[in-house]
């Protein structure tokens, strides 16, 4: 098979995205939030988590913790019992007790605006920053979890699992402001449709779009 070209593939990833649009014209961040500072921690929390169980969680967990002030200044083995049930509370405790202390002393307070201020900050990578770019800030932001992974590979859109390239890649194929709503279209189709190990292909509207579809 002939190596696709650039333009071909671009060309692809804006019709894969138009039809995934009309698929799912409500998808949106599945976490529960009100502002960038919940949004943050919620899906710090939604590491190896499911999305619903976090949003079980987090009710709770700010009410008693608002702000990172109160976050920062919490112990950490408080933490980790509020956010037990997530899964490697531990970690995770510590990840947002640092990531609190830092925006504090850094930042006033407030959640950055930039990459590289959030990056910097404690148990936050380039996922997780995007997912509060793209969501709170207006900034494009397009982010790289295990259904984008899968999906665009399986799309023939990027090759490989190294997060980072792949975000460089798929960012290269459709312009900046779809950024933010092709990964929660994707993320979609990776829940209902694209499932792993059993792909609705026939149920698939990208299915013709697809090198892996498996459909007669």
């Not at 002939?2 to 804006?14: G, H, L, Q, T």
């Not at 998808?27 to 899906?43: F, G, I, K, S």
């Not at 997530?86 to 002393?105: C, E, H, P, W």
């Not at 990459?115 to 790289?144: D, F, H």
């Amino acid at each position: 098979m002939p190596r696709e070209s650039k333009a071909n593939k671009a060309k692809r990833a804006v019709e894969i995205n138009r039809r995934l649009a009309l698929e799912y014209p409500d998808a949106q961040c599945a976490l529960d939030y009100h502002n960038a500072y919940e949004l943050l921690v919620a899906t710090i929390l939604s590491a190896q988590c499911t999305d619903k169980r976090v949003n079980m969680v987090t009710p709770q967990l700010f009410k008693t913790y608002p702000t990172a002030y109160e976050l920062a200044t919490a112990p950490q083995e408080e933490i980790g019992e509020a956010i037990r049930s997530t899964g490697f509370y531990n970690a995770k405790a510590r990840n947002l007790k640092g990531m609190a202390q830092a925006v504090v002393s850094r930042h006033g307070g407030k959640i950055p605006a930039g990459m590289a201020e959030l990056v910097a900050l404690p148990g936050v990578g380039r996922k997780t920053a995007n997912v509060v770019l793209g969501n709170v800030y207006g900034a494009p932001g397009l982010v790289v979890d295990t259904h984008m992974i899968r999906l665009s590979n399986l799309l023939g859109l990027a090759a490989g699992k190294d997060a980072v390239k792949l975000e460089r890649e798929l960012c290269a194929l459709l312009p900046d402001d779809e950024w933010t709503m092709f990964s929660h279209r994707m993320i979609e189709h990776g829940r209902h449709i694209c499932i792993a190990r059993r792909p609705r292909c026939g149920e698939c509207a990208v299915a013709e779009l697809c090198p892996s579809a498996r459909v007669p």
